[in-house]
């Protein structure tokens, strides 16, 4: 298990729902889970724009380098195994 910066946990709030509803529950149960690298490239994530993020996560855009395409495909799927658990 990793540990989880609060700087990491304050930028993955971007205040817009489609986002926080993905990006909140990842960073505090699916994130403390997984390695360094997966660590690191959700970082780089998180550089990017909010549209950009959006667009990425809805599919109307493909990310920009493989390592963010896999940490979005990862929280797709982490997302998809808490549906119905907490009611997002």
């Known amino acids: 298990m990793i540990e989880v910066s609060g700087k990491v946990k304050w930028q993955s709030r971007r205040g817009m729902r489609e986002l926080d509803l ?3 529950p990842f960073v505090d149960i699916d994130l403390p889970k997984c390695d360094e690298q997966m660590l690191n490239d959700y970082v780089d994530l998180l ?22 395409r896999k940490v979005i495909e990862f929280i797709k799927k982490c997302h998809a195994t808490r549906m119905g658990k907490e009611g997002v």
Do not use: K, Y
């Not at 990017?48 to 959006?54: F, G, M, N, Q, R």
């Open 22 to 24: 993905m990006l909140l």
């Open 47 to 68: 550089e990017a724009s909010d549209l950009e993020l959006v667009r990425w996560f809805n599919g109307t855009e493909e990310a920009n380098t493989e390592s963010r």
